[in-house]
């Protein structure tokens, strides 16, 4: 299992366990769950969950579940299940044979709810959800008693039963737990328990009309399988003074809720309900697109697991709420890649380059480094010849200050071949627009090196025209605009900050040769231009490539600014 990169001070999480640890408070067990909802895919965030709950399992000996707390059968699917497990383990985390449902534990859960009818902590209500909602009052009001609180126990037992025969139509009736409507705590003003809801659940089919509510579900499940530690996001502060009441009432297992702030993402959502609509009004092509934040979107990007777990460790686990910016994500990718992806040309806007004085017909292999980085990647040969593509923008004809590439009667070298000097432009009839370069080469500067000593003011990567691959290469950016998507003017909406150029794509453009059946998945690094990553719409007929991030590092240069 992965473990943290670099040693740090501990997270109050892990002080905490420590200290339950060395006082035995769960006789030395440490055992934590990932609970999903499986009514979405997966995002950034959820990652941030996944890693701490299994690395603290795995750093403390322990164990953690995979647990779904699949308790609303309409907003529900397996097909989100499965794309949970799969994220997951691509992560690279296991829960062995700890996979768990919520829905397995519908027996012992409606047992539970006739055990706190029979203790007179619970009732069957009649109102309507309007009617409830308006009943339970505000935080400045105290809720009023529903009319039908103080029914026997007799007769919500029958009720209860009716409802769970199927007997009363859809949001007829609620299970109610009898607490106080007067609590500061609105989540304490008599919170239903369950409703009535005729829908097939995608595990337990229709066997059930009744489904628990997810805070009548959530604390019993951690009670069944035992946790240790419970760990939750924020927003499920308030809602700890329910969960311990549920489980001191029935007096079961109680385990320990811990809270921290969840992951906020600039120029990133990350509501599940936004989300969806993303994906439903076509603003992406769906979860996966690589514009989203989702582990499929990232992984279809380009991401590795090592990546976000590295992201995950160095922003922390902290007790208030903030926003990272996504310059840190950008450079964790970066910092991993650069490490593991291969180096090779590829060329996104050709421009045509003939070397007049080179022989034609003639093609040398020359030799080009895999990744500097790590030397046992070893080398390759790419093909040279007298026709080449060179990036569009590594040519002006009539240069500013301070661009030192490729310009008439200038010299440049080519990465691994030789240098060459621009001695004629040819440009299109009609447009007046550059479409072919003639330059000359140095035979004796093979390599890059030249043996009388001059020296060039840039190196510029190429393809050899003859051999290059034609390829499509989608390039992404932002999502949204703004850095806060939310931040719109009053009556709009966060879509108004929609970025209409977070995607171009560029379907002419040329790589070299040695891609030739690169799998999707693949990872590269195109030389001066970025990371890449060979998409699942590849074929071997035409590759297709998606640009994880570009080779500039903004959150390198913060945090040099920082120091």
Known sequence: MPTNRTKRPLNFIEEIVEDDLRTNKWEGRVHTRFPPEPNGYLHIGHAKSICLNFGLATKYNGLCNLRFDDTNPIKEEAEYVESIKEDVR?????????????????????????????????????????????????????????????????????????????????????????????????????????????????????????????????????????????ICTLEFEDHRPLYD???????????????????????????????????????????????????????????????IRNFCDRIGVAKFNSTVDITLLEHCLREDLNKRAPRVMGVLRPLRVVIDNYPEGQVEELDAVNNPEDPGMGTRKVPFSRVLYIERDDFREDPPKKFFRLAPGREVRLRYG???????????????????LHCTYDPATRGGDSPDGRKVKATLHWVSAAHALETEVRLYDHLFVKPDPDDVEEGRDYKANLNPNSLEILTSCRVEPSLAGAAPGSRYQFERLGYFCVDPDSSTERLVFNRTVPLRDTWAKIEKEQK
Not at 106 to 111: H, V
Not at 162 to 183: N, V
């Open 418 to 436: 030789y240098f060459i000097t621009c001695v004629d432009v040819v440009r299109d009839s009609q447009t007046g627009e550059v479409v072919e």
């Open 90 to 230: 691509w992560l690279g985390f296991d829960w062995g044979d700890r996979l768990c449902y919520a829905s397995d534990y519908f027996d012992q859960l409606y047992e539970w709810a006739v055990r706190l009818i029979k203790a007179g902590k619970a009732y069957v209500c009649d109102l309507t959800p309007e009617e409830t909602r308006e009943y339970r009052g505000t935080l400045t009001r105290p809720g009023r008693d529903s009319p039908y609180r103080n029914r026997s126990i007799e007769e919500n037992l029958d009720l209860f039963e009716g409802m769970w025969a199927g007997q009363f139509p859809d949001g007829s009736r609620t299970l109610r737990a009898k607490i106080d409507m007067a609590a500061s705590n609105m989540n304490m003003r008599d919170p239903v328990m369950y409703r009535i809801l005729q829908a097939t659940h995608h595990r337990t089919g229709d066997k059930w009309c009744i489904y628990p509510m997810y805070d009548f579900t959530h604390g019993q499940s951690d009670s069944i399988e035992r946790i240790t530690h419970s």
């Open 245 to 307: 009441w549920f489980l001191d009432e029935l007096n079961v297992y109680h385990p320990q809720q811990i809270e921290f702030a969840r992951l906020e993402l600039t120029y990133t959502v990350m509501s599940k309900r936004k989300l969806l609509e993303l994906v439903e009004e076509g603003h992406v092509s769906g979860w996966d697109d690589p514009r989203m934040p989702t582990i499929c979107g990232l992984r279809r990007r380009g991401c590795t697991p090592e990546s």
